[in-house]
């Protein structure tokens, strides 16, 4: 005897169906976007190593002792700015205001 496949059944199987090409289709975005991500390494517009010249003060201690030759003997929070050079807040005559050492040795006051 010959009995039609049941109506939920059918639903049910395309249902999965529907999910299946979902799965699918997302996983073929993700990798193709992950294709597309350029591999690590220098930015492309950055100038090439042997261009960059090196900062006039390789460590922290050395930037504060820039800093103090430079007029500003009590110079705290020193750290490494994006450019390369050094920041630090410097505080005179019970004013706070930023001072930087740059590539090339200058000591500049930020106010």
């Avoid at 975005?29 to 294709?35: I, K, L, R, W």
């Amino acid at each position: 005897m010959y009995r039609p496949f049941p109506i939920k059944a059918l639903a049910l199987f395309q249902e999965r169906e529907m999910w299946l090409r979902a799965i699918v289709l997302a996983f073929a975005v993700c990798t193709s976007a992950q294709a597309q991500i350029s591999p690590t390494g220098p930015p492309h517009n950055a100038p090439p190593a042997e261009t960059m010249q090196p900062t006039p003060a390789q460590t922290e201690a050395e930037a504060s002792e820039k800093f103090a030759k430079g007029g500003y003997p009590n110079v705290r929070d020193v750290r490494r700015s994006s450019d390369g050079g050094w920041t630090g807040t410097a505080v005179v005559n019970e004013r706070s205001f930023t001072v930087h050492l740059n590539r090339e040795g200058e000591v500049e006051r930020r106010d």
